[in-house]
Structures are given as C-alpha cells and as structure tokens.
C-alpha cells in the first residue's frame, strides 16, 4: 500500500534543504526559487509511539534529547535516533512540530486517550493552581470534558470496526469540534490574566491540540477531505490568534512577583524564566506553522486523489520510517 | 489558505518583536548604570545649601538636563536598531520587498508611525504597505513626548522630592564629617530606585521600556493584518 503513496525520506532532500534551494516552511518545503511545493512531511505510526516515550518534555531542543535514557529498547532507539535525524534535516529545532501532529495526525484515539488520561492526572495535581488561575472553573468542571472527549476517542476507536464507520466518526469529530472549542476558551481565559503558569498552560493547550488532532483523524478516516481541509485551515487560524501575542520577555517579567519586577537583584532569575519561556513559545510557534501549512498537505491528497481512509491506515500500519515526505509534484 | 510566503513572513515578523522586546528591555537595563554614573557625578557635587535650600532646583537644573539626553539617546538608538532589523525581515531575499523611499513626517495621528516601505509579496503578487517601527527623523519631529507619552522625558517630580527627603532623612544618626557622603549616598539610591521604575517598568505600565515595547505590539498587529490572508 505505501508504494501506491508518493512517499520519499527526509534524506532525498537533506542536500537541498543544506544548500537552501529548498526551504521548510512548517510541515511544506518549497523551491526556493520558484516558490513551488515540492512535499509535505507526515508523521507515521511509529513516529507517535516514539514520541509518547518522550512526550512529557513536548518542547525540548532537539539536539538537547537524551536518547539513550529513553529507555527504549535497541530497535526502537535506532528508530527514534532515525527520528530525531530527520527532524533535524528538516531544520526543526525543536518537537514543537509534534504537538499539533507532524503532517495529518495519524496518532490513533486509543493513543490520544492515553496522552490525555496522563495530561488530566497532571491537571488533577494542580488544584489550587487552577482555583487561582480561574476562579470560576473547577476540578470537576475539568474532569467532566476529559471525560467527554476520552468518550468520544473510544467511539472513534469502535466506529472503525463497523462495516460503515463514516456517520459515527462525523459525530464524533463533531462534538470534538465542541471539546476542542471548550479548551481554547480555557486556553485563551488564561492568557488573559497577568499570572502565566506555564505547566498548565502546556497541559491545557495540549489537551486543545489532541482535540483538534483527533476530530481531523476521524474526518480523514470518513473520507471527508476537503471538510478536514476546511477544519485544518480554522484551526491554524485559531492558533494564530491564541500563540501570536505571547512574547517571551513581557511572560517572564510576569512570572516574578511585582515588587520583583524590575529590580536589579532578579536580572538573573528574569534571564533564567525568559530562556525557558522561549523555549516554550517558539515550541507553540512551531505547532502553528505546522497547523497553517496543512491545509497544502490535504489539499495534495484531495488532488492526487489518495483516499483519506487508506492514507491514515497507511501511515499507522507503517512499522519501520517515523517520518515520510509525501511529494507534491 | 494563508499564502505560505505569508506563514514564512508571519513567523519572521513574530520573532522581530520577541527579540527586540528583550533587546530593548536588557539594553536599557544596560544603560542605566552609564546614566546612574553621570548621575552620580552630578549628586557628588551638590553642596549643604543645595541639598536642604534648593534641592528641587538644583534636581531640575542639573540632574533633569542628563536624564532628558540619556532617554533620547537611548530611544534613538534603539528606534535605529529596531528599525533596521524590521527592514533586514521586509528585505530578505525571499520575500522580494523594494522599499519606497518617499519618507512621511509623523504626526501623531498614526498608531504606527510612517508607512516607509511597499512590498510586492511574490507568491500573493500582493502589494502591502509594511508599517515602519519609526524613523527617528518623524520622531524627533513629532517629539518623543507626542510619540510614547510625556512621562518617558519628563524628570519626576517625585525624584526632586526625595532627594531632599532623602537627605533630611540620613542626617539623623551621621557624624559631620561623614554627612554629606551620606547625604549623597541617600539620594543616589532614591534617584536610582526612581529612575528604575521609570525606565524599565512600574505598575501604571508606562516607563519608557513599557511603552517601546506597546508600540512594538502595535506595530507588529499592524504589519500582520497587512500581511496576505
């Protein structure tokens, strides 16, 4: 199946992105020159289970991945070093990309389940961190949509067993889209205070990114590319508006207490916040360059007419390449 | 969809403001200790008559003028700087900008300053108005007071208050010979304490770092709504 695909590796563009007459512009390279679109990149099945190994550090530089801690058995970790070796001919700094799916999510809802029941144990422990950060919002408010959105990824997961899966997986995506809504609003409240805590920041927007990741999948799986086109397009858009006004300087000075702001004696502590910030916003500024270049990879298989069933199988089934380049020409 | 030149560009102009948030930020904070040092200089020649007859007079006539010349050497320099990284992003080779070189006083009534640049965004073959951080010649014209707000040049009153509140205050406890040092010491660290809060930040949000930094955000919107959709 994957030979009916137009799949290349990353290491047939290493010497154009090297020289840059090819460009990556989040998950597209393009002619330098002509300003053509020459590929898309796209994760694979094995691409997402190495990452959940590595998933509590989402936003860790590349060149700084411990790999051989991973714990990862040989073969794996000759998988995840392939990995992380692609990543960096593709010139990504950091995993930032992997937050909102490399290419078309093909993370698979039992997998999204499994990140979320982890990201909602975290949430638990922040208790008191939540009360002050919204006032209105409880634990159990939270719990509930965890909940709801678990709910639905087992439905996705049971609808693929039925003969025809197509209505089932359109409501489920729907009501994800209901989720997804849920957590940019708690996503965008927070933002909205003067306080940043960027711990829960990060579980709150990876909660919204697996939301979006997931209601993508299941209209992939129905077939329903160009209503996925359109989805991808707002949430790119949605991202934009939600991670363009964070600047890593203006949260760091934030993050200090007021009567700390700006004195001399927390240069230091200020310089130590704002490096780990930056890390932080430039990971989420990668998610979003991936999300507003995905519209170009769907609208690749809408014209190479793949169907979006079989791509998505494809690229699960994949058991030894974490990462392809679907051409585009 | 976005052009993609659009999303290369989006992520370029994002990044101009992050960096020259923090390059405004540490390099006033940097300059401060040149200003604190000409300051200092100023404080160690005022006399008992000055300090407790005419502290405020002599705050207005001798510390006042080498505040005011430190801020617009510094917003200067930093409009310079700021401005020419914005023109190394609108003029990178892949965006193919060609800059128009008919320059607009400011002023005032613009949130962006002078529009000093068109761009033909290749891909969009789009033109687009790239709104200028500032020009320092539409600045200076237009006067920084006009542009960030008249607290950025304005020598606090309270600064001429606690010199001498400061002075008063360390003359309890001195020995004589020892007073005027002290004197001195009092009100270098209450100018100091003052002068940070007005440079780098306070809680009315409008030191002269603030407010760089709001003009930066406005900027930055201004070019991203120009961008092609």
Redesign the interface.
């Known amino acids: 199946m994957i030979d009916s695909i137009p799949f290349k590796v990353p290491l047939e563009f290493a010497a154009g992105l090297a020289d840059g007459s090819i460009t990556r512009i989040g998950t597209l390279l393009k002619d330098t020159a002509t300003g053509q679109i020459v590929a898309h990149v796209q994760e694979t099945g094995v691409a997402q289970n190495l990452l959940q190994g590595i998933s509590s550090t989402p936003f860790m530089a590349l060149g700084g991945l411990d790999l051989a801690s991973s714990g990862y058995a040989n073969y794996q970790l000759a998988q995840l070093k392939t990995m992380v070796e692609g990543l960096q001919v593709l010139q990504y700094a950091n995993l930032g990309v992997a937050l909102a799916g490399i290419g078309v999510s093909v993370i698979g809802f039992s997998m999204i389940n499994k990140r979320l029941k982890l990201i909602e144990r975290q949430v638990a422990e922040m208790g008191a961190r939540i009360e002050q950060h919204f006032s209105d919002l409880s634990q159990s408010m939270l719990r509930h949509h965890y909940y709801q959105v678990q709910t639905l990824f087992e439905m996705a997961g049971q609808a693929l067993c039925l003969k025809n899966p197509d209505r089932e997986l359109l409501a489920v995506a729907s009501q994800l889209g209901n989720e997804s809504g849920y957590f940019r609003g708690e996503v965008t409240y927070m933002l909205s205070k003067e306080n940043f805590d960027p711990e829960l920041f990060l579980s709150l927007t990876r909660s919204y990114t697996l939301c979006n990741a997931g209601r993508l999948e299941c209209l992939m799986l129905a077939r329903e590319l160009p209503a996925a086109k359109k989805v991808a397009q707002d949430v790119g858009s949605h991202y934009r508006s939600l991670f363009d006004p964070l600047v890593p300087n203006r949260i760091a000075i934030n993050m200090l207490p007021i009567e700390e702001r700006w004195l001399e004696s927390s240069s230091i502590k200020l310089k130590q916040i704002q490096g780990e910030v930056a890390t932080l916003v430039q990971g989420v500024r990668d998610a979003t360059e991936a999300a507003l270049t995905k519209p170009y990879l769907i609208d690749t298989l809408i014209e190479k007419d793949i169907d979006g069933y079989e791509y998505i199988k494809t690229l699960r089934e994949e058991k030894s390449n974490p990462l392809y380049l679907l051409t585009a020409t | ?2 052009p ?2 659009s ?2 560009l ?2 370029e102009i ?1 990044n101009w ?2 960096q020259n ?2 390059k405004i ?1 540490d390099r006033l ?1 940097r300059e401060l200790m040149v200003l604190f040092s000409s300051l200092d200089s100023e404080i160690k020649k005022m006399e008992y008559k000055d300090i407790f007859l005419n502290g405020a007079e002599y705050s207005k006539a001798h510390f006042q003028p080498v505040y005011t010349a430190w801020v617009e050497r510094e917003i200067r320099e930093i409009v310079e700087d700021v401005e020419a990284d914005l023109r190394k992003v609108v003029t990178s080779k ?1 965006f193919q900008f060609t800059h128009n070189s008919a320059q607009e006083a400011y002023d005032g009534s613009s949130s962006c300053g002078t529009e000093v640049a068109t761009a033909t965004l ?2 969009a073959g789009a033109l687009v108005a790239i709104p200028a951080f500032a020009s320092w010649s539409a600045v200076s014209a237009g006067g920084i007071a006009g542009w960030l707000g008249v607290t950025v040049i304005s020598w606090p009153v309270v600064i001429a208050g606690i010199a001498v509140g400061g002075g008063l205050l360390a003359l309890s406890g001195s020995k004589w010979a020892n007073l005027k040092e002290n004197v001195h010491k009092s009100i270098e660290k209450n100018i100091r304490a003052s002068i ?2 007005q440079v ?4 009315e949000n409008n ?1 002269v770092c603030q407010r760089l ?1 709001g003009h930066l ?1 406005k900027v930055t919107n201004a070019i ?1 709504e120009e961008i092609p959709a």
């Open positions: 969809m976005l993609v030149e999303v290369q989006r992520t994002l403001r992050d948030y923090e930020h904070a892949s290749a891909s940070r809060q780098l930040g306070n809680k030191s930094h955000d991203l």
